[in-house]
């Protein structure tokens, strides 16, 4: 008698134990979610996370808020999340410069992007945009190539930091184009693009989102895309490839990571939540309005994703010698 009570015991106890594993699972999230950004308001990355934190928001029934902790182009964001508990309260849009091209940027980080994270969707992607203040003389790039080889050094751009898409571009326009430009790294698109506006910087490279609103208005010129086809919200700027840098192609991308430890349930909850929200038909609007391609994969996916991007970005930084004062 006294065995068969403990037996009865013992699965009444397994019973419990997996009853309630299974509710933890299928409860989350039971607290608010942190969406970290590592740039200012008001550029992309900051317009991607709100458009997709409101829809999450929606669809978990519990808050997804964006944070912005920006600084040292986006280390001091992404270390925060690295180090945050793996409970899927704190997740991060990271882009191809944080989570991929810093990894070889800089000779020291405070934590390493394929050991730390855990990819959980590929988000979207689009190229960068060449723009420069509507009060210089340029009418397309080749003749702001021309000004600047026959006056090397005069020439500023602006980035939304160093490592950023944006920086790269320039970085890869120099090369292609043989000419001498000084960079100005900001924190952000936002700082970048007021500069720009302002006349402080010749030209800066940024993406159709933040910059859009500036070019339809007038306030700034767009001469070229970063894509080897042309963007549909701006159909009359032509590519860097068709207009004299051929060959030439860059596009960022934006995902989601968690911390190291999420567990599976978590990151795929996670991620079916986003597949969800970039199917609502406003956030298609939205993201037809800002040019922006979604992607919205599997993790297995996008691990396999980032650390091909990882490989290629430290083969590119390595070949053209790209290097940094840190």
């Known amino acids: 008698m006294l065995q068969r ?10 019973i419990f134990f997996t009853a309630t594993n299974v509710a933890h699972a299928q409860a989350y999230p039971t607290q608010p979610i942190k969406m970290v950004v590592a740039f200012p308001a008001g550029g992309t990355t ?48 990271g882009t191809v410069g944080t989570m991929s091209v810093n990894q070889s940027l800089y000779k020291k980080l405070p934590y390493d992007v394929e050991k730390d994270f855990v990819p959980i969707t590929l988000l979207a992607t689009l190229p960068n945009i060449l723009l420069i203040n509507p009060s210089l003389p ?36 120099k090369q292609e184009a043989g000419v001498e430009i000084t960079h100005v790294p900001y924190r952000g698109s ?38 080897l086809t042309r963007v549909k919200v701006t159909p009359d700027v032509p590519t860097l490839n068709e207009d004299g840098l051929r060959g030439f192609n860059l596009l960022t991308w934006y995902g989601v990571f968690a911390p ?39 993790p297995a996916e996008f691990t396999k994703f980032h650390r091909a991007d990882v490989a290629t970005w430290a083969k590119f930084i390595k070949d053209k010698n790209i290097k940094i004062d840190e």
């Open 138 to 173: 340029y009418k397309n790039i080749k003749e702001l190539i021309a000004f600047a080889k026959a006056n090397p050094g005069k020439l500023t751009y602006a980035s939304a930091g160093t490592g950023t898409a944006s920086f790269l571009a320039g970085e890869m326009f």
């Open 260 to 298: 190291k430890g999420t567990s599976a349930e978590i990151v795929n909850k996670l991620q079916s939540t986003m597949a969800e929200a970039a199917k609502a038909p406003d956030v298609v609007k939205r993201m037809d309005e800002l040019a922006v391609d979604m992607v919205v994969n599997s």
């Open 46 to 93: 900051d317009l991607l996370a709100r458009v997709f934190s409101r829809k999450m928001s929606e669809l978990l029934n519990q808050p997804v808020t964006v944070e912005n902790r920006t600084g040292a182009g986006g280390i001091i964001g992404t270390e925060f999340v690295a180090r945050s508990a793996p409970d899927g309260q704190v997740i991060m849009l």
């Open 190 to 227: 936002a700082p970048a693009l007021n500069d720009l506006m302002a006349g402080h910087v010749s030209i800066g490279f940024d993406y159709p989102p933040s910059s859009l609103p500036f070019i339809t208005s007038g306030k700034l010129k767009a001469l070229g895309v970063t894509s």
């Open 5 to 14: 009570l403990t037996l009865l015991s013992s699965l009444l106890i397994s």
